[in-house]
C-alpha cells in the first residue's frame, strides 16, 4: 500500500511492502491527527487531535493546500511534542481531495517498467485530460484471468512536497504517503466481497474488495447544503451505495456480501445502519470494529485510516 515512498520511488508494491513505521499522522474531517503505535495489538497507542482552524487549510489536487503554515507547523509540532516517536521516519495521510485513486483494466503490459508507466499516464490522462504536468504516479499492477488491473494514485508534486517540507523544518522525514480511505484496506483480514465508505464532512471515497484485491474506487464531495436535512441527508450515500453495487454486479461480476462504514460524523451511526440493512440486507459494520487496539469505539474509528499503515 506504498503510493510515495522517499528512498526508493520506483517502487510499487504497495499492497505488500509497507515500511515498518511507528508514528504517523493525518488531516481527517477538519482536524489534524497524529498517533504512535508501538505494537499492533494489547497496547493503547499514543494519540494526539487538533481541530483545524478555519482557513488554515484548504484540501485540493490542484493547488498548494496550507493557506496559514505557521499554524499547521505548530499543531504538527505540538503533535511530535505528545506522540514522541523515537525514529524520524512518519506515515502522512493527506486529505482524500488532495490526491486523485483510480483502477484501470489492460489487456496487456510492457515488459520494461519505464514504460509501464507511460502507459499507465496515457490512459490516465484520456479519462482526466486536464491534469497537470508535475503530477506524482504510484501504482500496484495486478494480473487476473489473462489482463491486468491497476490501482494507483495521482498527486502534483506541489501539494505534496509543502508538507514534506514542513515536516523536515520539524526534523522529520515523511516515508509513507496514502490516501486516507484505500489504508482501510489493510485493516480487513476476512475473506469476502464488500465496501468500504469512508464518510468526511466533506465527501466520501469508497472502494470494493474481494478478498486481498481492490476492484473499485470512488471518490464524491457533498452537496455544500448536505448535512442540514438532517437524517435524509443519508439518502444520497444510500442511492451512492446502491448504485456502486448494481455497477459491480454487472461489470465485476461480484456480489456484495458486507458493507463497512467509517463515519467521522458524530451521533448519526445508528440511522445510517439500520437504513442500510433494511435496504440491502447485508451485514454492515463500523470500521472500529476492525482496529485491533486498546482505544473507545470513536478513536478508533477516527484513528483507523493510520492503524491501517502503522506497524
Known sequence: MIFFEKVRLSLK??????????????????????????????FKPVVFSEELPPGSLEPSFHKRNIRQREIIK????????KINPEKKNIAFLPPELSLKVFVLHFES???AETEVEKVILFAVRKQQPLLPQDIRLSY??????????????????????EYEELFASLGFQVKLITPPTISLFQLLKEPGEGLVMNIEPDSWGGFVFAGERIV????????????????????????????????IEDKEELKLDRIIIRNTLPGKKEVLYSRLEEKFGLMVNGIEDYVEV???????????PLFGVLR
Do not use: H
Open 140 to 161: 500496484q499492477i495486478m494480473p487476473e484471468n489473462g489482463r491486468f488491473r491497476v490501482v494507483g494514485v495521482l498527486a502534483r508534486r506541489a501539494v505534496i512536497d
Open 13 to 42: 508494491k504497495f499492497f505488500t511492502e509497507l515500511p515498518v513505521l511507528e508514528a504517523g499522522f493525518q488531516i481527517s474531517a477538519g482536524r489534524i491527527e497524529g498517533c504512535l503505535v508501538k505494537e499492533r495489538t494489547n
Open 74 to 81: 505548530e499543531i504538527f509540532r505540538k503533535g511530535l511534542e
Open 216 to 247: 473499485f474506487y470512488r471518490q464524491k464531495t457533498f452537496a455544500y447544503n448536505w448535512g442540514e436535512k438532517g437524517d435524509q441527508d443519508w439518502e444520497s450515500v444510500i442511492q451512492e451505495i446502491e448504485t456502486t453495487a448494481r455497477f
Open 109 to 111: 503490459m510492457p515488459s
Open 294 to 304: 486498546n482505544l473507545n469505539s470513536e478513536d478508533k474509528t477516527a484513528f483507523a
